[in-house]
């Protein structure tokens, strides 16, 4: 799923159209040994989670995986200079599942070029 067309970048991104990383999201519980299937996966541009930030909703398959997905990262050429502030771009998740403990602003690095695997571990409430 690519989320950003090259025609229509991200506005917050100051890098070209092509300079984007990846995220593929895996849910599990018991320490990773149970994957989570039809978990919901949020994934915000900023941490505050308002609907005008939401860039996509995925869902888990049966083995706890998302859809990698296309997200704009900076030129990779801008990690090479020491006055870059950050050589990634900053996201955040939200995983909501049936009868566990929804997990919330879960930050995420999205560099150029660099598929980027988020493993979540979720917990059953405390009842």
Same mark, same amino acid.
């Given at each position: 799923? %690519?989320? #950003?067309?090259?025609?229509?970048?991200?506005?917050?991104?100051?890098?070209?159209?092509d300079s984007f990383g990846y995220l593929r999201i895996s849910v599990a519980a018991?320490?990773?040994?149970?994957?989570?299937? %039809?978990?919901?996966?949020?994934? #915000?541009?900023?941490?505050?989670?308002?609907?005008?930030?939401?860039?996509?909703? !995925?869902?888990? %398959?049966?083995?706890? !995986?998302?859809?990698?997905?296309?997200?704009?990262?900076?030129?990779?050429?801008?990690?090479?200079?020491?006055?870059?502030?950050?050589? #990634?771009?900053?996201? #955040?998740?939200?995983?909501v599942a049936a009868d566990y403990v929804t997990r919330d602003r879960i930050p995420?690095?999205?560099?150029?070029?660099?598929?980027?695997?988020?493993?979540? %571990?979720?917990?059953?409430?405390?009842?």
């Open positions: 799923m %690519n989320i #950003y067309e090259t025609e229509t970048p991200w506005a917050g991104n100051t890098a070209p159209p018991a320490l990773r040994a149970l994957p989570l299937m %039809n978990a919901q996966v949020s994934v #915000y541009s900023d941490e505050r989670e308002r609907a005008q930030d939401l860039l996509a909703v !995925l869902t888990t %398959n049966e083995s706890g !995986l998302t859809e990698q997905i296309s997200l704009p990262a900076p030129l990779l050429g801008n990690s090479l200079t020491p006055d870059q502030v950050n050589p #990634y771009n900053l996201f #955040y998740v939200r995983i995420v690095q999205i560099f150029p070029g660099i598929i980027s695997d988020l493993v979540v %571990n979720m917990q059953p409430p405390i009842r």
